[in-house]
Structures are given as C-alpha cells and as structure tokens.
C-alpha cells in the first residue's frame, strides 16, 4: 500500500503555482528524500499533505484513505517550517498539550520517553522561550514523534542541530522506521545527510514531481568513472580502448577522459606509462545522490 | 473534539490570562461600584441588568456582567492569535483534520471561562450590595439572569472567534472585542439607522447577540429566554460556519 498518494495535485498563490500537478507515490514504510531548490514547492507539498493547506486541484491518498479522513490524519506527525511551540510553556507542558490534543493515554510516560529519546529529558522548567534553535528543533521533532504517528513529515529537520544532534536525530530515524516500520518524508538540503537514510527519493523542481526513485535505482542510475587527466587524451581514449575491458568512454576535453567500467586504475597507470603518456591525476569518481540531483537540475544548482 | 477540549481546558487554568482577567473584571466592577452612590444602586444596576439597546445602557454593558463579555472576547481572541503565530495550530490541525472539533472546543472553552467570570463577578456583586445594605432580593432571579447571560457568551465566543480566525491579529482581535462586548459595534449601527429614521430599529437590533444579551433579567421570562436561545443558536451557527469556511480557504 501507498502510504502517499497524489494526483494532479496543484497549488496556486495568485498566478504562481506553487506545486503544479504533482504526481507523488511514497510507499508504506519508506524514508522519503523529497528534494528540490528553494521554492520547488517542498513545504507546500507536505502543507498539503498535512492539510495545512487547501489544494487548487487534485487529490491526496494517505493509507489509501483521503486526506481529509479525520481517522487517518489522527496518525501523522509532523514539523514544517519551524517547530510549532508555545514560547511561554516548558518542553513537558508543550508535549502534555500536543499529547492531549491527540489523545494519549499514558500520557506522562510517552512524554518522559519521548523526551529521553530527542535529549531533552533534563530542561527542567526552563521556558521555551529561553531554548536555543537546535533545542526548540528537537522539541518539535519529539513533538512530532508524540504517540507514535503512522506518517511523519519533516520539512529541513535537521536545521540548527549540532553534529551530535545531526547523528542522534539519523539513528532515531533508522529505528523508527525499520523497528515500528514508520513512513518517513524528509525533506533536506544536507543531500549528504538524507542519503545516509533514504530508501526513496522525490526530486521536485517547479512544483512538478521530476524524478521518483528508490536508493537502489539511484546506485544503478548514478555513474561511477575513472577520471584520467592526461596530456593527449584522445589518443590514450583509443589506446585504452583496445587495450582493456571498459562500457564506454567520455572524452571531456583534450586533457581528460572519462573511462567507465573501469576500476583498476593502477593496469590504466602502468598502460599509459608504456605507450609513452604521463599521467596527471587518476581517480575513481563516484557520484552520489548530491551529483545526481545537480546533473537532473541542469548545472550548478542549490538544492 | 474531547481531546482538543481538554487541551484547551488545561491551557485555560495552567495560563496566568483567566486570573489576570479575574483581576482586572474585579478591579473595574469594584472601583466603579465604590465611585457609585450606593443610595442610587440597586440589585439590577450592580449586575447590569439592561432594558434593550441605547446609550444609555452603555454604562451598564461596560460593568456588571455586561464586562465578562469584553473580557472572554480578548481571552478568546489572544488564544486563538497565539495558536497561529505560535505555529502550533499546525500541530493541532495536522492531527485534527474536522475543523468543527476545534471550532467546537474553543467556543466551550470561552464558555468555561465566561461561566467562572461570571460566577465570580455575580459573587462580588451581591457581596458588595450585602455590605452597601443595598436590597439583594431573590437569590433564583439572580441564578436566571447569570444563566441567561451565560448562555449568550457562546454567541459571543463565535463571533470573535471568526474575527480572529479572519485577521490573525490580537490588535484587531481586541478592537473587535471591546466593540462586539460592550455593544459599541450595534449601538452604533442602531444610532445610525436611527437617525435615518428607519423604523423596528429596536426590534431588529434586539435579535443581534448584544442586543439579546440585554434581554436577561432578574425574573423568569419564557418569552425573552426563548428570544435569546433563539438568537444565541442562530449566532453561533452562523460564525462557526464562517469560521469553518475560513479555516477551509486560508493557510494554517
């Protein structure tokens, strides 16, 4: 089953379209990169999701259910933009008012768990007020965690969380999702981080679905090369050709060559060394979801 | 619903706003009452017992349990700003997909809030008539007309809660709150349409929610409690729906 499903979902503000017929299938017990530029239409996306936001057109499937079914909405979590808090209460009474708004039973030892596993069992009667960013981003992600949500949706959660947080907040993450089998939508920049994780991925641009993927597709599609800079690149391109198994070859420019299929860059050295052709640099390079993404997008941009 | 209402019911009592409102209400009523001539004050003035929508009576919708109205519209109004700018309506919204459940919860709340208001306001009263040796006279008028008023704050929650859920803004938030509470808004409809002459001023103004506030008085009258559940039902209909269909169009 599809723990997400949209068709034609649009959203328009005025003129813009914010997200224009989008195609979304995210299956029951991934972890969902959902990736795009600033302004895709990310946050929008997971605003409708949630039904933070009306739609213009479309539809919203959460469970096989629609969207706006109160039962299966009572099973998702999330944190969009910034950590929904009451500045004037502690962590403890936060979470006491989201825990009874959903309508937890044993609601003080969800609290104290939940809290114990975001670290922030010990903040007292502190005001969250006085929390520092990556504090208040942990207590919106305990937030969201509060009475085991079915679907969980973050939009950049990992934003204002200190390498220690960044870490914690991954391994929460990875047991959440294959011990309680939780569907997880994260929405990041660090493409870095989200593929540590991911088991799908969305890449959205112009608030049109591009791209969806699983990791392992992504391994397959990503091209993996041995770089070879050298002095006459066409001519080792040919020598290379004949000499040793390879898919194919790309030939970037007068000085480098692109060799994929090929590993072994020491049998290249020594091939090139015995024709007579030197070397500058071989290296194996491997791309990865952060390449991928920059090659979809058309150059050099942000994600 | 449950869920939203005991949420909303603890944040009522574990936030300093209902004991300050208690403050404030009692320090208003006090200090005007202890200005007042006690040899020109009766039961019905203290409470602020009204005879239908003028200017005169503007003096008694702004005291008495006239003031609860005021102050569990700015209660109302504060609380709901907050759920926005807070970005906790996300949280509440997220998992609470029936807008009515929030609409229903917060209308009760303001309920609770008015009932305590009231109930201690109505205390002070008769405690200060007890003193000024000022004739308290029947105890059961006196829980009739507190029900009655009671009763007509839903309408008034309503109200004020579209307003907020319309402009997100305390500042106009509390604007409306002291125009919808102290009857500013409709006194000064009525005293427009009066001066064009336009006749059943008083009868049209008397099934607006202020104006059917007025109609609670210290004995029972079938007609005018029927006049207000009227009014109160028929209010509170129309701006939980124009709330809801506000919450349906606007981002959250």
Redesign the interface.
């Known amino acids: 089953m599809k723990a997400i499903y949209t068709t034609g979902l649009s959203k328009a503000y005025g003129r813009k379209m914010a997200v224009d017929h989008l195609e979304m299938s995210v299956p029951e017990g991934a972890i969902y990169g959902f990736i795009g530029q600033n302004g895709a239409g990310k946050s929008t996306t997971q605003?409708l999701i949630?039904?933070?936001?009306?739609s213009t057109t479309g539809s919203i499937h959460l469970f096989g259910k629609s969207?706006?079914?109160?039962e299966v909405?009572?099973k998702?979590?999330?944190l969009?933009?910034?950590?929904?808090?009451?500045?004037?209460?502690t962590a403890q009474?936060n979470m006491?008012?989201?825990g009874?708004?959903?309508?937890l039973k044993d609601i003080n030892r969800e609290i104290r768990q939940t809290l114990e596993l975001v670290g922030l069992s010990d903040t007292g009667k502190k005001k969250v007020r006085h929390f520092s960013l990556g504090m208040k981003q942990r207590l919106g992600i305990a937030?969201a965690l509060l009475g085991r949500p079915k679907l969980l949706i973050l939009d950049e959660p990992i934003n204002g969380l200190d390498p220690q947080g960044i870490i914690e907040f991954r391994e929460i993450i990875t047991k959440l999702n294959q011990k309680e089998g939780m569907t997880i939508l994260i929405s990041s920049h660090i493409l870095g981080e989200l593929s540590k994780i991911a088991t799908h991925y969305g890449i959205i641009n112009h608030g049109r679905m591009v791209k969806e993927l699983s990791a392992a597709e992504l391994e397959q599609t990503c091209k993996h090369y041995l770089c070879v800079k050298t002095e006459r690149a066409a001519i080792a391109a040919e020598m290379l050709k004949g000499s040793i198994p390879m898919e194919q070859y790309e030939l970037v420019n007068d000085h480098e060559l692109h060799l994929f299929g090929v590993e072994d860059s020491q049998n290249v050295n020594r091939l090139l060394f015995e024709h007579g052709m030197a070397a500058d640099e071989i290296y194996m390079f491997r791309q990865d979801l952060e390449d991928y993404f920059l090659n979809l997008m058309g150059g050099a941009a942000h994600a | 619903m449950?869920?939203?209402l005991?949420?909303d019911i603890?944040?009522l009592f574990?936030?300093k706003m209902l004991y300050v409102l208690l403050i404030v209400m009692s320090a208003v009523m006090l200090s005007m009452l202890c200005l007042s001539d006690p040899g020109n004050l009766t039961i019905a003035s203290v409470l602020g017992v009204m005879d239908g929508v003028s200017m005169d009576n503007f003096t008694s919708a702004a005291s008495g349990l006239g003031l609860t109205y005021t102050l569990i519209c700015i209660f109302l109004s504060f609380i709901v700003c907050?759920d926005f700018s807070?970005?906790?309506?996300?949280?509440?919204?997220?998992?609470?997909?029936?807008k009515r459940d929030y609409i229903s919860s917060k209308i009760i709340c303001t309920m609770a809030a008015s009932g305590i208001l009231m109930l201690v306001s109505t205390i002070e009263a008769v405690g200060f008539c007890v003193i000024s040796g000022i004739e308290v006279g029947s105890i059961g008028g006196i829980l009739i007309f507190l029900a009655e008023k009671w009763l007509v704050s839903a309408a008034f929650a309503a109200a004020i809660l579209f307003i907020s859920l319309l402009s997100r803004n305390k500042g106009i938030g509390f604007l409306f709150a002291c125009l919808l509470g102290t009857g500013g808004l409709v006194m000064g409809i009525a005293g427009g349409l009066e001066a064009f002459h336009i006749p059943f001023v008083s009868q049209i103004t008397s099934w607006t929610i202020y104006g059917a506030s007025t109609k609670a008085t210290l004995s029972f009258q079938a007609g005018n409690l029927l006049h207000m559940i009227a009014a109160t039902v028929v209010w509170t209909a129309v701006y939980s729906f124009l709330s809801r269909i506000v919450l349906?169009?606007k981002?959250?």
């Open positions: 605003k949630c039904g933070l936001t009306p969207h706006t079914n109160a909405r009572s998702v979590g999330m969009i933009e910034n950590a929904g808090l009451y500045p004037d209460l009474e006491m008012m989201y009874l708004a959903v309508g937030l | 449950l869920n939203l005991r949420m603890r944040r574990r936030r907050d807070t970005g906790f309506a996300k949280n509440i919204f997220t998992v609470h997909a029936r349906r169009a981002d959250i």
